[in-house]
C-alpha cells in the first residue's frame, strides 16, 4: 500500500511517502502564506506531488492508496484514527478553539488534498487519541464538574502518537506483548510530555487541556501555579505569550536548544545549569510519581530529539531513582546503546526513536485493510 503522510503546520507542510511500510520520499515545504513564499497549501502540495514525481516515488496523488493525515486535537470524539468524511471535518473545525494553532492547518491540509485527489481515502490520526483510555481520575481537573460540560475542560494530552509507537517498539524489544506492559514514557522534543502507560494503554499524560501543561519544554513553562497567569494577566503583561513562547529552558537561561542549554551549562554558565536541573528534576517528579500511580514499571522510556541524543539528561533524569528500580548503566547511556539500564535493574531504561509518521502510516494502512474485511 502506498501511503502518503502529511503534517501541516500553519506555515509548513512536511509529508512522507511509504510503500508496504517503508518510506521512500519525504519533504518539507516552508514559508506557506507568508512574503516571497509559496502562495497556499495547494500550491505546496502540487510542489511536494511535482518533487515526488521528479524523484520517480510517485507520478501522480491518483496513484496513492491513501493519506494519513497529523491532526493534533481530535477531542474526546475520537480515540482511533478515522476516515475522513465531513462529519469528520466538521468535528474538527468545532475543536478549533481547544488547538488554535494546529487545527486550522490540519483541516486545510485534508481539505486541500480532497480538491486535488477526491478519489483517494484520507485518515486522520490524532495526537490526543491514545490517551482517551485516561480514566475520569487522570482527565478531569479539580474545578467545577459543569465547566467540564460546557467546555470541555479536561486533561486530553498530546505526542499520543508517538507514545503509542515506542510503546510497541519497547514491547518488541522486551519480547512481550504491549498489553502485558506497564511503560513510562518521555517525549522530550521541542514539546516534551511523559505518559503512564498501564497494560499498553495511556493512563496518564503530563499535558493537559493544552500542550502547554506538565514538563519543562522549549519555550513553555509546564506546570506552575494557575494563580500566576492570571496575576500577569492583571499586571498587563500577556501571560499567554509568555508561558508559551518565553518560557521554560528559554525563559530560564535564554536558550531554547537543548543543545545549547547543554554547552553552556558545561562551560559553567550559572542559569544554563539551573536550566538543566530544573528540566530534569521535573522529569524525576513525573517518573516518580508515575511509578506511584503504576506500580509496577517494566521499562521507562526516552525519546524524541532530547531524549534519543542527550545522555546528560538521560542521566540527570534519571539520577536517584535506584529505590525504584530505574538505574542507568553510564557506559551504555552514552555509547549509544537502545537498552541503557543496569544489567541487574528490574526496570529497564531504552532510548527508542520515535517515528510518528511511520505510526500514521501505520495506523492509515490498519484501519483501511479492516474496512476491506
Ligand atoms: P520536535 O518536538 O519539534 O519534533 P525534536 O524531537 O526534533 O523536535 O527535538 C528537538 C530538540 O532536540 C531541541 O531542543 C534540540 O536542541 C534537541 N536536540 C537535538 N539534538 C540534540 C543533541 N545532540 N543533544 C541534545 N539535544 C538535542
Redo the contacts with the bound molecule.
Keep these: 500500500m502506498k501511503v502518503l503522510v502529511l503534517n501541516a503546520g500553519s506555515s509548513s507542510l512536511k509529508y512522507r511517502l511509504f510503500d508496504a511500510g517503508r518510506e521512500i520520499g519525504s519533504g518539507v515545504i516552508e514559508r506557506i502564506g507568508e512574503q516571497g513564499g509559496v502562495k497556499d497549501h495547494m500550491e505546496a502540495l502540487k510542489i511536494a506531488q511535482d518533487r515526488m514525481g521528479a524523484d520517480g516515488v510517485l507520478s501522480s496523488f491518483d496513484s496513492l492508496d491513501a493519506v494519513g493525515h497529523r491532526v493534533v486535537h481530535g477531542g474526546e470524539k475520537f480515540t482511533q484514527p478515522a476516515v475522513v468524511d465531513d462529519e469528520l471535518i466538521d468535528v474538527l473545525k468545532k475543536l478549533v478553539p481547544l488547538a488554535p494553532l494546529h487545527n486550522p492547518a490540519n483541516i486545510e491540509g485534508i481539505l486541500t488534498m480532497r480538491k486535488i485527489a477526491p478519489k483517494i481515502p484520507q485518515v486522520a490520526v490524532f495526537d490526543t487519541a491514545f490517551h482517551q483510555s485516561m480514566p475520569k481520575e487522570s482527565f478531569l481537573y479539580a474545578i467545577p464538574l459543569e465547566l467540564y460540560d460546557r467546555y470541555a475542560i479536561r486533561r486530553y494530552g498530546f505526542h499520543g502518537t508517538s507514545h503509542s509507537y515506542v510503546c510497541k517498539e519497547a514491547a518488541k524489544l522486551l519480547g512481550r506483548p504491549p498489553e502485558s506492559l506497564n511503560l513510562i514514557t518521555l517525549?522530550?522534543?521541542?514539546?516534551a510530555s511523559a505518559c503512564a502507560v498501564e497494560s499498553g494503554r495511556s493512563i496518564d499524560t503530563s499535558m493537559g487541556f493544552t500542550p502547554l501543561e506538565g514538563l519543562v519544554m522549549?519555550t513553555r513553562c509546564g506546570d506552575i501555579d494557575p494563580q500566576i497567569p492570571l496575576f500577569l494577566n492583571g499586571k498587563g503583561v500577556d501571560a499567554e505569550e509568555v508561558l508559551n513562547r518565553r518560557s521554560g529552558?528559554k525563559g530560564l537561561c535564554g536558550h531554547?536548544?537543548?543543545?545549547?542549554v547543554?554547552k553552556l551549562a558545561d562551560e559553567g554558565f550559572a542559569d544554563a545549569k539551573t536550566a538543566l536541573s530544573i528540566y530534569t528534576r521535573r522529569i524525576r517528579k513525573y517518573i516518580g510519581a508515575y511509578a506511584a500511580l503504576l506500580g509496577r514499571v517494566d521499562a521507562v522510556v526516552f525519546t524524541?530529539?532530547?531524549g534519543?541524543?542527550?545522555p546528560k539528561?538521560r542521566e540527570l533524569s534519571c539520577r536517584g531513582l535506584e529505590g525504584f528500580g530505574i538505574e542507568l548503566d553510564s557506559t551504555k547511556n552514552s555509547t549509544g546503546e537502545v537498552e541503557i539500564s543496569i544489567e541487574s535493574g528490574p526496570v529497564k531504561i531504552f532510548v527508542i526513536k520515535?517515528d510518528e509518521e511511520l505510526e500514521i502510516a501505520r495506523q492509515t494502512e490498519a484501519l483501511l485493510s479492516d474496512a476491506r474485511l
Excluded at 187 to 191: C, Y
Design positions: 517525549h522530550l522534543g521541542n514539546g522549549g529552558l531554547n536548544d537543548m543543545r545549547e547543554l524524541a530529539g532530547i534519543e541524543k542527550s539528561v520515535t
